[in-house]
């Protein structure tokens, strides 16, 4: 029987926890013919079977939950022998408030049960069972300590992460009960951890790649990815000990304009100017130990593009210097390929900011937060299903941020955190979230249980928003951070207004648009009353923003009902949340777009959407190249991950800002499933919107890919035609000369 062991003490402050067991196993490896290990640790662990590294864990979770890993024979069979075997489990124990999207309880705890089983063995040699009691060891590694980082280690007590010679110190551990086969005693009590089984793969590990050298000087050398990642560094140095190297990560050079003012140039430059800054504030600092020589790789991923080494002695040498991306697994089913080579580095460079961004959750950013946003991962899950038909990393997003609702029935801003962030709006990209998984799910019993299983949760999401109406019905004050978008002027993120408490238009626009989408997903699961409730609360609040937010002179949806201020926010929400349609939505954006009144531009996290509303209102192709303006001069300056707003970016890495792997696989190409679950697949590509001479591609879908490959061909002056090829999953195809601009066609994939 295996037990959760933890640790005597209580410790105050982060530390490494290395918890071991060795035994002896009767047979060779040869001989088994099935093994397995389950393991969950607090608050994260690296588990290694005799020196080799076998997984990690436990995937990041909710508050209530802890998930634990289940290794099979696959991957364990090559790394037990006979006689002789050690698992070493190297747990890292955090302190109150830093690593903030991981949980934990009050001691380093671990739990392993295993059992390897045989074939032709003699009696009593057929299993060998093994786990987690009170016969494991278990030291504490106090040379090393933890410092300030973003996301990763918040708010614990300023430092160095120091290491040199192992300064190990043994501790005693106590012995806890099993876990309960569903996490609850006889009485109803929890256990110690509820525990389910990793609902993801493990995170992927590319093979060593080597660093270029960018820039070196007498105690400082300079090293460069090639791009943008995320990814393990190892460092190999030989010097003197007690030598110092500090490893600073940073995204980009950071250099001054002629009138002084920081700004990010060509992404690729290495600047030699002095006044030019490395830009990083994410560190690690080594120290040589008494032989000589170290390797060092972090616990944790780092982002980056370049990394500085700075040493306290010249004479340190660097014997190897690579680095290991790490990314949740994408096996990519969906690709595009593009004549314009612009637009397909735009694809790559879509892809890579994803996987930058998607580990065991999504994320804001990987080089700060490290925190999965609803809105963020709202777009992200839509970009993601654009390139792999894998929907275990986006459902997991959606009950991870379900699990984080409130009281009064917000969700949290982000979540998994220790932390508790509220963003009003956030609660309605989750249930547009929730919508598009079931858009894009496969249709049929089990899709309608994960969304049913959430319909709660997200009438409760909705009901709150209930208590923020004011006098005019609309959205007014809230004491929560009412962020919209990026916007110059726009302190916080916040339209003018909100932060005075007057009702802001955008608010109460989504808050529709959430109506709406929620009536959508209760129908899918034969909710019908609830659903008709939904659209007629969404027809009722339409009426009123019609009402108190329509500037007739201007003949656009005002910011807030009291001021005279506009923007594409408001326009696009307008028409995406279906207050307003048909012509009157065509004329909407036209004047938005190009009309005479000034109005506030969206950034990259609204630029999806600003697409979408154009794309409703008929007007994609006469605006979209305006809005890929922005995408393009990313790549003229060089950058291989999107970022997170135009100018002068904080952050060179942002999820949100991917748009582009979208545009082209459901514009472009044209593909969109017009049933859920692709039952039904129109096709309407917008092959002259960026005047691509050919363009082709393959679409995940729950059947399979379907490729579909585009190109002009010659017609008469002033005409615009082309010709298509798609073939099916099944191996079936559909092909057409001179199909006219704006064409549709439309295929049944459930042929069931």
């Not at 961004?357 to 490290?370: G, S, T």
Request: hydrophobic share 35%.
């Amino acid at each position: 029987m295996s037990f959760w062991i933890c640790t005597e003490e209580k410790p105050l402050t982060t530390h490494f926890y290395y918890f071991t067991q060795n035994f002896d196993l009767p047979l060779d490896s040869a001989d088994i013919s099935s093994a397995r290990l389950s393991i969950c640790a607090d608050s994260r662990y690296r588990l290694y079977i005799n020196g080799t590294f076998a997984g990690e864990g436990p995937c990041q979770g909710s508050e209530y939950t802890r998930y634990y890993e289940t290794f099979e024979t696959a991957a364990l069979k090559p790394l037990f022998h006979k006689g002789y075997n050690e698992i070493c489990v190297e747990v890292l124990y955090l302190q109150e408030n830093s690593f903030i999207s991981i949980f934990r309880g009050s001691r380093p705890s671990l739990w392993i049960d295993g059992e390897i089983e045989y074939k032709g063995a003699q009696a009593g040699q057929e299993k060998f069972c093994f786990g987690t009691d009170a016969s494991w060891s278990c030291v504490r590694e106090d040379n090393v300590t933890f410092r300030h980082f973003p996301g990763i280690h918040i708010s614990t007590p300023p430092g160095e992460e120091v290491w040199g010679a192992p300064k190990l110190v043994e501790v005693n551990i106590i012995q806890l009960a099993p876990p309960q086969p569903r996490g609850f005693t006889v009485f109803g009590l929890a256990d110690n951890y509820l525990l389910e089984p990793r609902p993801i793969p493990q995170l992927e590990y590319g093979c060593p790649e080597q660093f270029k050298i960018a820039r070196r000087g007498d105690n400082f050398l300079e090293i460069d990815a090639g791009t943008y990642t995320t990814a393990l560094p190892t460092i190999s140095a030989t010097g003197a000990p007690g030598s110092v190297i500090k490893i600073i990560y940073s995204e980009s050079y950071v250099t001054k304009d002629a009138a002084g003012n920081r700004f990010k140039g060509m992404r690729d430059a290495v600047y030699t100017d002095p006044s030019a800054e490395f830009g990083g504030m994410v560190f690690d600092v080594i120290h040589i130990p008494d032989s000589g020589t170290i390797t060092f790789t972090p616990f944790w991923y780092r982002a980056f593009r370049f990394i500085r080494l700075e040493f306290s002695d010249p004479s340190v040498h660097f014997d190897s210097l690579t680095y290991s991306t790490c990314f949740y697994p994408f096996p990519l089913s969906g690709s595009f390929e593009s004549s314009d080579q612009a637009l397909e580095e735009m694809w790559k460079v879509s892809i890579n900011t994803v996987k930058c961004c998607a580990h065991e959750i999504f994320i804001d950013c990987p080089y700060f937060e490290q925190q999965q946003y609803d809105m963020d991962s709202c777009l992200e899950m839509l970009f993601t299903l654009r390139m792999i038909d894998d929907l275990r990393l986006p459902f997991k997003s959606v009950t991870d941020l379900a699990r984080s609702q409130i009281y009064n029935g917000m969700l949290q801003a982000n979540y998994p955190s220790v932390m508790t962030q509220i963003i009003p709006n956030f609660t309605l990209f989750w249930v547009l979230m929730l919508r598009e998984y079931v858009r894009y799910a496969p249709f049929g019993d089990e899709t309608r249980r994960q969304a049913s299983e959430l319909l709660g949760t997200m009438d409760k999401a909705l009901e709150s928003f209930e208590i923020f109406r004011d006098e005019t019905g609309l959205m007014g004050a809230n004491p929560y951070w009412s962020f919209v978008d990026w916007v110059p002027g726009w302190p916080g993120g916040v339209t003018p207004g909100g932060m005075e408490g007057e009702p802001l238009t955008v608010a109460s626009m989504l808050f529709v648009a959430a109506l709406r989408c929620a009536s959508e997903v209760a129908g899918y699961c034969g909710r019908a009353a609830r659903s008709a409730e939904y659209a007629q609360r969404a027809d009722e609040l339409s009426a009123l923003i019609n009402e108190k937010c329509w500037d007739n002179d201007a003949k656009l949806f005002r910011n807030t009902p009291y001021r005279r201020e506009f923007s594409e926010h408001t326009s696009l929400w307008a028409v995406l949340s279906g207050i307003v349609t048909g012509a009157e939505a065509k004329d909407l954006m036209e004047r938005t777009m190009n009309g005479d009144i000034p109005v506030a531009h969206c950034s990259f996290s609204m630029g999806f959407f600003l697409f979408r509303a154009l794309e409703k209102a008929a007007l994609y192709d006469k605006y979209a190249p305006r809005l890929f303006e922005g995408w393009q001069r990313m790549l003229d300056n060089h950058c291989t991950t999107w970022c997170e707003n135009p100018d002068s970016p904080r952050s060179e890495c942002h999820g949100w800002s991917s748009a582009p792997a979208y545009e082209f696989s459901a514009m472009i190409l044209g593909a969109y499933p017009e049933e859920d679950g692709y039952r039904t697949l129109r096709v309407k590509p917008h092959m002259f919107v960026l005047n691509t001479e050919k363009a082709s591609g393959s679409v995940p879908t729950p059947f399979g890919p379907v490729k579909i490959s585009l190109s002009r061909t010659a017609a008469a002056p002033g005409t615009r035609t082309y010709s298509i090829d798609i073939t099916f999953p099944d191996g079936s195809s559909f092909a057409k000369e001179n199909c006219a601009d704006g064409e549709e066609f439309r295929f049944t994939l459930d042929k069931a």
